[in-house]
């Protein structure tokens, strides 16, 4: 597509409950990130995928968090065990190699309210 | 020390100013810098680069000083839409490195008529 697509846009879940968070990427572009932020907050890096290479997962605050990308385009984020703090908006990134030089291009976000 | 630190604000300036602010990072062996901008309840943009001999786009100029490790932006004559957070993002690794890449919190700029 023309740009990074996330779903849901909005998303209130259960304390308790797994969600899954979905990022479509830039076409051909190989790297794609997640990120979180809370309200007021900066950017927290979650995880990073770049084409077939082992993803960076440094940034996954728990064992409740996890994400994949299958065949190189669309990424899914789980969230088990939902708790009132995951509450953020959870921000898909994608570039292409090139452009570490020249940024990345965010979707919208999925705003996950936890109850 | 944050490993990449903005002055949150906010700042409150006329119609017309020109207005500056900056970034200081800790790692000295960091690589590329840019300025994003995120309008309230939205994600992100890349506004600029930040490129070493420094660099304008419009109304915008961004410049870098590896000697004191800060980048700056700034903005002249500025309008009611360039109201909005501006975000430090600093590439302290390599190219498969991403876990370097630092966000900073940003610094709110409003502008009033």
């Known amino acids: 597509g023309a740009g990074v697509s996330q779903s849901p846009s909005n998303k209130v879940t259960e304390k308790g409950k797994d969600v899954e968070l979905r990022c479509d990427p830039i076409?051909?572009?190989?790297?794609l990130y997640w990120y979180r932020q809370s309200l007021g907050q900066g950017l927290e890096f979650l995880i990073y995928?770049?084409?077939?290479?082992?993803?960076?997962k440094s940034g996954l605050p728990s064992d409740r968090f996890s994400a994949e990308r299958t065949g190189g385009s669309v990424s899914t984020l789980t969230i088990q065990r939902t708790q009132q703090e995951d509450s953020a908006v959870y921000l898909c990134?994608?570039?292409?190699?090139?452009?570490?030089?020249?940024?990345?291009?965010f979707g919208s976000g999925t705003r996950l309210t936890v109850v | 020390r944050k490993e990449v630190e903005q002055d949150p604000g906010p700042f409150n300036v006329p119609e017309g100013a020109t207005v500056a602010f900056n970034c200081t990072y800790s790692?000295?062996?960091?690589?590329?810098f840019f300025w994003y901008r995120q309008d309230c309840r939205k994600e992100p943009k890349l506004l600029m680069s930040?490129?070493?001999s420094g660099n304008e786009d419009g109304r915008f100029t961004a410049q870098l000083n590896r000697a004191s490790q800060y980048i700056s932006l700034l903005i002249r004559d500025s309008k009611l839409s360039d109201s909005a957070t501006y975000l430090c993002?600093?590439?302290?690794?390599?190219?498969?490195?991403?876990?370097?890449?630092?966000f900073g919190s940003g610094t709110r700029l409003s502008i009033r008529p």
């Open positions: 990134a994608s570039s292409n190699r090139d452009s570490t030089n020249y940024g990345y291009t």
């Open positions: 076409s051909g572009h190989t790297a």
């Open positions: 995928f770049q084409g077939n290479s082992a993803p960076d």
């Open positions: 790692n000295s062996a960091s690589q590329s």
């Open positions: 930040v490129y070493s």
């Open positions: 993002v600093v590439n302290m690794g390599g190219y498969s490195s991403a876990s370097k890449i630092i």
